[in-house]
């Protein structure tokens, strides 16, 4: 009975999400990464927005028919920049992923 009635009282924290939404501000987050067990060099990552993300993202022109595009390119930039860094600074590295060109739009990785 005593445990019914303290969560009655109990305050739930809001989120960084709940937080950032609630003052209108740009958040984003991973929220999950699964690595290959078989293949190191393949893995993939779970992403989190609010709204004013993706307002943010349209507003530096990022393009996409759907949130979940532009978040994707908004993603994949990041991770072109950050494999260029590590390009440049460590020199020419021979890649660890093979590109196939699909169609003229789109390429397959692997």
Known sequence: MFDSLKNLFKRSTPSEKDLAT??????????RFDLDTNNPGQGSFEL??????????????YPGDTDDAMVDQWFQRICRHVAM?????????PPLVKRTPV???????S
């Open 22 to 31: 609630k003052k209108n501000q740009p958040w984003v987050n991973v929220t």
């Open 48 to 61: 989190d927005w609010n709204p004013q993300f993706v307002a943010w993202l349209k507003q530096n022109g």
């Open 85 to 93: 860094e590590t390009w440049e600074e460590y020199g020419n590295i």
């Open 103 to 109: 169609d003229k739009d789109r390429s397959s990785y």
